[in-house]
């Protein structure tokens, strides 16, 4: 059969355009599976007696996330059913929703068989989850909520429902869930232990890998027909992907929730960051730089620094909401403005040489010099800059997170802001974000 919405002729061809809907579709009723017949006897011994009180502690609190993002993901995806331009898209959507029905079920079987939860209900077993949510896994799907909110208002532009497959198929399946499922497959195989849930997390990968595949599809297809989706896609990637550093953050920053089978944060983070520069390069879409859907990421640096870097930010409370946790860290900091100097967008309306400076009441003074479509952020104090912000380093990074208001912050004098009003007026459509 011939693929469906594959490239337009003349038009670069993608890895996208190797994927076709109906194949998609025929390959999930080829791989049906049942949640409800894995067998966990196994699993019971090897839960109590091949694991340690720490490790069950720790694989609890990782299985929880994933109980948790597939019962959201499930209860998300009837909007994009509803908003998806294809009669082949939505019977795929379909699908999917079904499938993630599938994990959660799963997932709940886990819990209550094997960990030993016995939740009267589904509700209740995934209540039982609720202690060890982290901030970052909150505020993404709390993101995703709101974008399907607005698809399921009647906002069904391309623009719109790009963001949702961005959101959705990129980052919480192809960066978050992918990358937890070969972290989870990884060590299970190595210690070969938890047989019955090992092979529905083998199902669950399976299936995520249609899920991305039919993103990276569909994303590509609607970038080709209208020129709203990428902004549109980078909007959303700025809103949410700080908090994805936070979503794998174990409790008190105890490595050993990952370090006791055999692996590192940084390696997880790593793993996940290459993998969507993947997706987003078959989908036809740059990931850093001027042109890219994250453009504060420098492309120079390697997936592994843009790792610790974002572990020492997060560490310094820059990515954990709440900004009564934000410390004044002299790497942080410098980290965070590397951030700031790589938002400046290429098209700003600044139309002469600006300096930006940062009077921190707590915290080093920075500035931000911006000339000739280039930017330059460093320590200490100017004379002369255009704008000047008298503020304390934790309203600051509280403004930047989106986690409060800057209207709010000057009318309670946390944010002082002085300068030359046209250049306070036009910082808005400076930055990225």
């Known amino acids: 059969m011939t693929p469906i919405a594959i490239s337009e002729p003349g038009k670069p061809q993608l890895a996208a355009d190797q994927i076709d809907y109906v194949d998609l579709y025929r390959r999930w009723e080829a791989g049906n599976w049942s949640a409800m017949d894995l067998d966990f006897t196994q699993d019971k011994v090897d839960w109590n007696e091949t694991f340690d009180e720490f490790m069950r502690k720790a694989a609890r609190w990782n299985y929880s996330l994933f109980f948790f993002g597939e019962d959201e993901v499930a209860d998300q995806l009837s909007p994009f059913i509803d908003a998806a331009p294809l009669e082949e898209q939505k019977y795929f959507l379909t699908t999917q929703q079904v499938d993630e029905a599938r994990h959660a079920i799963f997932f709940s079987r886990f819990f209550n068989e094997v960990i030993g939860v016995n939740g009267g209900s589904y509700a209740e077993t995934l209540q039982s989850v609720d202690q060890d949510l982290t901030y970052g896994i909150k505020k993404v799907f709390q993101s995703l909520g709101r974008v399907t909110d607005e698809l399921r208002a009647g906002d069904h532009s391309k623009a719109k429902l790009a963001q949702a497959v961005a959101l959705y198929h ?9 990358t937890g499922q070969h972290f989870i497959a990884d060590y299970l195989n190595k210690m070969d232990v938890l047989p019955g849930f090992r092979s529905g997390m083998e199902n669950v ?10 993103g990276v599809k569909l994303l590509a297809d609607l970038n080709r027909q209208d020129p709203e989706v990428k902004p549109a896609v980078r909007e959303i990637f700025g809103e949410v992907m700080p908090h994805t550093v936070g979503v794998f953050r174990p409790p008190n920053d105890d490595e050993r929730y990952v370090e006791v089978f055999g692996e590192t944060l940084i390696n997880v983070a790593t793993t996940g960051q290459r993998q969507l520069d993947m997706r987003l390069a078959a989908a036809g879409f740059e990931s850093t730089g001027p042109d890219g859907v994250l453009p504060f990421l420098d492309p120079e640096v390697s997936h592994e620094t843009r790792a610790e870097r974002a572990f020492v930010m997060q560490r310094a409370g820059f990515f954990s909401g709440g900004t009564e946790h934000v410390k004044n860290d002299p790497l942080a900091l410098e980290y965070f403005f590397d951030l700031i100097e790589n938002s400046v967008r290429a098209d700003h309306p600044l139309k002469k040489p600006t300096t930006i400076q940062w009077d921190f009441s707590d915290a080093e003074p920075w500035h931000l010099r911006i000339d ?10 100017v004379s002369g800059a255009d704008v000047t912000f008298k503020t304390d380093l934790r309203t600051w990074v509280g403004l930047t997170m989106g986690e409060d208001k800057i209207g709010k912050a000057i009318l309670s004098r946390k944010l002082k802001p002085s300068g030359k009003l046209r250049t306070l007026v036009a910082l808005p459509r400076v930055f990225e974000g």
């Open 170 to 178: 990129f980052i919480v399946e192809g960066t978050l869930a992918q």
């Open 205 to 214: 990968e399976k299936d995520e890998q249609r899920h991305i595949a039919f």
């Open 372 to 381: 000739n479509g280039s930017s330059k952020a460093a320590k200490g104090l």
